[in-house]
């Protein structure tokens, strides 16, 4: 039987810089891994570019557990942090217009191939296409991977959430972390496309334009997001829909009658909707509806907002009764989208729910119910934004995880084995 410190469960985002702070401190690592080529995520994330991190990182950009857990996190491993990491691997960063952070070398595969080249410097060995079959805790915890059975003091479990299947991404870290005591959040697809009800707007499919999205029951809005929207054949998507998606799965578990509104024109803020009509009215009045707005939007997304109203082509907008005003107005700032559904975990760019961070300690990532055991990355109960966020927050805790695995494993010399 192999000896080591510690083994880390998934060679992804999390589990590489995990092995990476560990076997930096001295710590003797193995990672496993079930693929035979690892980091698919890294590979595929901002169309092979891999959108590293955020130039606005802050608690309020992820969902799941409580603020004050996740800012703990990002605090001991943020943005800085990661900026100076990748530079010191060789992978650096740029800043985009956008806020986002890109490698300069604009492809994920030089984040991929600098994190296993520290790896491999700092000590760690990676082992691909070693599933792991068990975990069995214990003074020296017993892990079953890729037929060898290895004892650690520690394992850091980053073996990723649900979405992306193809990745080798399945969730297998949910069901151990369940058999060791663990409280796990129920799933859903985070950052996910949206789903509508016989494909409504279909037509549009390939449009894009900003919106605000606003998820609400009734007059309870439960969740706002603003960016660019995309129609596609069956429903919607862009960052505006992939944000809000996590709060339509899981908001209906409670409110099924929740829906989603968009608003076409958001920067009008609702305190100044009354004075943009007026004025529009005023200007426009000889216009049709769709000729009207077609000078703010796309003109089909102007033909369709007219058509949801339900008047006709050639309809001045001066000329509206009351009501048809009442009905164009809603249109364009309350139109409702009728999802039926947020596309599965195939599509999703990330898994809401998880382990509870209620039984982890976030200065060191370590269960509070099996000493000795780490968890970090999208096996927690954290989800962010889309733009770099979830990598974050896999840069922050898998760091802070290695670290408290390797400090743990000192502290625990004496129970120790030969080193590998």
């Excluded at 003074?139 to 959430?161: D, H, N, P, Q, S």
């Excluded at 999802?339 to 990330?350: F, P, Q």
């Amino acid at each position: 039987m192999r000896s080591v410190d510690i083994v880390v469960a998934g060679a992804g985002a999390a589990g590489l810089v995990a092995g990476i702070a560990a076997a930096e401190r001295g710590s003797s690592v193995v990672i496993l891994d079930s693929r035979a080529k690892i980091g698919a995520k890294i590979l595929a994330a901002g169309g092979g570019r891999c959108n590293v991190t955020n130039e606005y990182v802050a608690p309020s950009c992820f969902n799941g557990g409580p603020e004050r857990f996740t800012g703990r996190v990002l605090r001991a491993f943020g943005l800085d942090a990661t900026l100076r990491f990748f530079e010191s691997i060789g992978a650096p960063l740029t800043l985009e217009e956008s806020g986002k952070y890109f490698p300069a070398s604009n492809t994920g595969r030089t984040v991929l191939d600098a994190l296993v080249t520290a790896a491999s410097q700092a000590g760690a060995v990676i082992r691909t296409g070693a599933a792991v079959q068990g975990i069995e805790p214990g003074a020296r915890w017993k892990v079953a991977a890729g037929g060898e059975a290895i004892e650690a003091k520690a394992v850091v479990l980053c073996t990723g959430g649900l979405a992306m299947p193809a990745s080798g991404s399945t969730g297998d870290g949910y069901p151990w972390l369940a058999r060791l005591g663990h409280t796990i959040v129920p799933t859903s697809p985070a950052l996910s496309p949206l789903i509508a009800r016989r494909a409504a707007h279909a037509e549009l499919s390939g449009l894009t334009m900003p919106a605000r999205l606003s998820l609400r029951a009734g007059a309870d809005e439960l969740a706002a997001f603003d960016g660019s929207f995309l129609f596609t054949h069956t429903g919607y998507s862009g960052p505006a829909a992939l944000n809000i998606s996590r709060h339509v799965a899981r908001w209906r578990w409670e409110r099924p009658e929740a829906d989603v509104f968009a608003s076409f024109l958001p920067d009008v803020a609702a305190p100044d909707e009354d004075a943009f009509w007026r004025s529009l009215l005023a200007s426009e009045g000889r216009k049709t509806a769709a000729g009207a707005l077609g000078a703010r939007m796309p003109r089909r997304a102007a033909e369709m907002i007219a058509a949801e109203a339900g008047l006709g082509a050639g309809a001045r907008i001066g000329s509206l009764s009351r009501e048809e005003s009442a009905r164009l107005r809603a249109a364009l700032f309350e139109c409702r989208l009728r999802i039926s559904s947020v596309a599965g975990y195939g599509k999703a760019e990330a898994t809401a729910g998880g382990a509870s961070l209620d039984e982890i300690e976030p200065a060191t990532m370590m269960s509070r119910i099996a000493p000795g055991l780490f968890v970090a990355g999208e096996l927690c109960d954290v989800d962010g934004w889309l733009g770099g966020y979830n990598f974050q927050w896999a840069w922050s805790s898998g760091t802070v995880a290695g670290r408290g695995a390797s400090a743990y494993c000192r502290r625990t010399k004496s129970a120790g084995g030969p080193r590998a």
